[in-house]
């Protein structure tokens, strides 16, 4: 697997002659074997080899998500000390605490009696995490994104699809189906919104394959899209019959409505007929 992903020598070999290197070539194919992209598996390679040097695997005791938490907090830290990210630490923190919890679960390492939630529920929660404190977005907005999200992956887990082999046809043929069922175009496009920035979320943490995100087109929202077309027709008639007088105004009127109504004519093409 090292020699599938990198071709610099040196970069090569300090993946081989790092620590537990059969451990993690072995996680790695196993990733492989579940469709990730080339990018994703460069992304969790690279962590792997920061993370055996913070987590001490050799000990007796396994390891639990609270010692996780504190190692990533700690390269987190280091990393800003050393410039290398940006003022917030979440998003280094989050990418070191999910691989290493896949790693050490594949290895048997993860404490036994931490419950295990379900991927669905981590991805979620990192989920709302990232738009409440990186994006800066309302609670409204959050919960909104939510409920879209939580809507899509209760449909892939009814299709029995694991998220990280998510394709782009899976999602279109979701929208399409929420279509099917009466959904419209406005509903439509939000819900593709949302899965947009979820895609565009998990393929920061290497979690999906590398451009979902960008492929994601909701259908057009014009401007006007929840305006009537026009009157309902029994309010056309009850208007129609407002003007059934003998009066030449009413006889007028009338005409005028008739036209409106049956022709659809515009209010400037009936002003400019003559007789």
Known sequence: MFERLFKYPRVLARHREGPLAEARERFLAHCANEDMAPGT????????????????????????????????????????????????????RDLFAQVATRWLRFLGRLEASSPKPSADTELMEGFATYMREERGLSPRTIF???????KFLSWLS???????????????????????????????????????ALFRYAEQRGCCAVGIAAGIVGPRVFTHEGLPVGPDWNDVRRLLSSASGNAPRDIRDAALLQLFAVYGFRSGEVAKLQL
């Not at 909104?144 to 939580?150: K, T």
């Open 41 to 92: 598996l460069l992304r969790i390679a690279r962590e792997l080899l920061v993370i055996v040097g913070r987590i001490d695997t050799t000990a007796e005791t396994p390891i639990t998500r609270p010692q996780i938490e504190v190692a990533a907090h700690r390269w987190a830290r280091q990393q800003r000390r050393q410039g290398r990210i940006g003022g917030k630490l979440s998003g280094s």
């Open 144 to 150: 909104a994104r939510g409920w879209q999200v939580q």
């Open 158 to 196: 009814e299709q029995r699809r694991c998220f990280a082999q998510v394709r782009l046809e899976d999602i279109d043929e979701y929208l399409n189906l929420q279509g099917q069922h009466g959904w419209s175009r406005v509903s439509v496009a939000t819900s593709a919104k949302a899965l947009r």
